[in-house]
């Protein structure tokens, strides 16, 4: 695919360096020739210093032939127009980075189709939807639902109290076991398990199961003793942090600490009057104290800085605090922070990159997502007529290595897959797969 990305920041960089790596024929584009440069020669694509709004620009940049512009510069308006511009010089699909939620509904979905715009894209939104999944559960790191939580993915890490440490997996209850362990994150390494594997001391095992059987999991994990989450103190007043608080259900609390006073009037316009706003240092340890940090059970750190809110999320588990979660924007962080026991780290370019990721496959693939820590991804396929993962059992379908599925929804029932389940057309299957595999795995439901 010929794959245009307009704006070389954080996403439009991240971007272009995981579709490079796939072998695609990527052009970024930008008018900062500076943010060009620091690209380098490591990556096998083409730069173009040009703005995304110019004419001439855009055929210099080879729009006309394109399959996929996508504009991805902080700018909205710059983004927008940038799509109309391509769709009517040729591009086959436009893909536009927004900060406005009402553009996002859907009975405004035709109109900008109308206009040349396919697609839109907010990754605050998104990383705010992924915080709150975390935190409706303590002992849950990762939380993923599937055709409207029929299926369920989790991730959780293995302490002293497991009940399944040190037991190959083959011995965990045979085949009618409730759940499907399709990967164990084991320090810098991801591993798809067989039978012979053991879960391990502090393992982040990845679970696939359906809501029922949740507490079954907790169990059997040794989770039974952490609190449920009711009062959640945020760190820094950001655009996340503000969709954030909107999304939380009705019974949690929110307090939001921010340390310019200009941001926190504009955020008591912005979120409803039981949303506490606080002016301060989050970094404040008295300060934390006064606001009753020891008695919030997540804290959630989100300010511009990454190294801020690693270091805030430790202090929080210090004073008590049993769920954190850190927004890190920084990728050479991410496995610091990991191996410094934050619970859950939120990357809004990860998370963008799934969402746009998806608009590049063949296959019907309604849902991908990015495991941050793992360096694997989730994807749901809906299987089309003919296609040749129907035509054998599972264990005979030849997945590449690295995949495994995780389980299928059925008439909209969740089921856990064995060797021998045959898939059938319109199955929705949630395939696990290491790295940026997706694409090898969508022939298989073509």
Known sequence: MKIIIAGAGDVGTHLAKLLSREKQDIILMDEDEEKLSRMGNNFDLMTVNFSPTSISGLKEAGVPGADLFIAVTPNESQNMTACMLATKLGAKKTVARID???YLLPKHKEFFATLGVDS????EMLAAKDIVDAVKMSWIRQWWEFAGGALVLLGTKMRETAEILNVPLHELGGRNIPFHIVAIKRGNETI??????????????????????IP???????????????????????????????????YMNAKIIESDIKRCNRLTELVDDDVIIINGDGRDLELLNE?????????VALTGSSETNILACLAAKRMGVSKTVAEVE????????????????????????????????DADVSNVKCLTFANADVAEFVVKAGSRITRTPVKDAGLPKGATIGGLIRNGEGILVTGNTMIQENDHVVVFCLGMMIKKIEKYFN
């Open 192 to 213: 798809i398990p067989r039978g012979d594997d053991v879960i391990q001391l502090y393992d982040i095992v990845y679970f696939t199961t359906t809501k029922k059987y």
């Open 330 to 361: 920084n990728i050479d962080y991410i496995s610091m922070a990991e191996s410094m026991d934050i619970g859950t780290v939120i990357n809004k370019k990860f998370i963008a990159a799934s969402h746009i990721y998806q608009m590049m496959l």
């Open 291 to 299: 606001e009753g940090i020891k008695n919030m059970e997540a804290f």
């Open 216 to 250: 079954y999991i907790r169990k059997i994990a040794g989770k039974e003793n952490y609190a449920d989450i009711q009062n959640v103190m945020i760190m820094g007043g950001s655009r996340i942090a503000v969709r954030t608080v909107q999304y939380l259900p009705e």
């Open 120 to 123: 839109l894209i907010y990754p």
């Open 100 to 102: 406005n939620y009402e």
